[in-house]
């Protein structure tokens, strides 16, 4: 496999994996999102869709593109975590509100506001060795996109 399908590879199991943690962290572990956690998954979710368009054009230029697409993507979401660990550590002011998560659907809907876990932005809610969920996916997104990048770049000296 060169660099360039490599590259390409990558551009969906980065995101793929980081989003997985996220929900696993979510669904498995109770660690319910803020508004910012939710903003460093949308790019994700990008990164995963133009990674698997890219990888289902093949050779093509198109998909090498459309993993280049990818790769921005995943960088922007390590991007929003950069600013949400900021908020958390209090390196900078954050939102003035926070998020809770979405409804239960119960059609009773001051029962699911009053029922929903009130989350803070600027409160981790866990954290390994001082670093936070969100510090921890500005790392690995910030990384692991320039990886891709220059995994795909490398080849020839151009991304073309």
């Given at each position: 496999m060169t660099?360039?399908?490599?590259?390409?590879?990558?551009?969906?199991?980065?995101?793929?994996?980081?989003?997985?943690?996220?929900?696993?962290?979510?669904?498995?572990?109770?660690?319910?999102?803020?508004?910012?956690?939710?903003?460093?998954r949308?790019?994700?979710?990008?990164?995963?869709?133009?990674?698997?368009?890219?990888?289902?054009?093949?050779?093509?230029?198109?998909?090498?593109?459309?993993?280049?697409?990818?790769?921005?993507?995943?960088?922007?979401?390590?991007?929003?975590?950069?600013?949400?660990?900021?908020?958390?550590?209090?390196?900078?002011?954050?939102?003035?509100?926070?998020?809770?998560?979405?409804?239960?659907?119960?059609?009773?809907?001051?029962?699911?506001?009053?029922?929903?876990p009130?989350?803070?932005?600027?409160?981790?809610?866990?954290?390994?060795?001082?670093?936070?969920?969100?510090?921890?996916?500005?790392?690995?997104?910030?990384?692991?996109?320039?990886?891709?990048?220059?995994?795909?770049?490398?080849?020839?000296?151009?991304?073309?």
């Open positions: 660099g360039r399908q490599t590259g390409r590879v990558l551009a969906l199991i980065i995101p793929a994996a980081l989003l997985g943690g996220a929900l696993l962290s979510q669904y498995g572990f109770g660690l319910h999102p803020c508004e910012m956690c939710y903003w460093q949308w790019p994700h979710e990008v990164a995963i869709g133009a990674a698997i368009v890219g990888l289902l054009l093949g050779r093509r230029s198109a998909g090498t593109a459309l993993a280049v697409v990818a790769a921005i993507a995943i960088i922007a979401s390590g991007a929003i975590g950069l600013f949400h660990a900021g908020v958390e550590y209090r390196w900078w002011e954050g939102l003035t509100t926070c998020s809770t998560t979405p409804g239960s659907g119960s059609g009773d809907v001051l029962a699911d506001i009053m029922n929903a009130l989350i803070r932005c600027d409160q981790a809610q866990w954290t390994l060795a001082g670093i936070s969920l969100a510090g921890f996916n500005a790392i690995f997104s910030i990384l692991g996109g320039g990886l891709v990048l220059w995994l795909i770049g490398r080849k020839q000296g151009g991304f073309a």
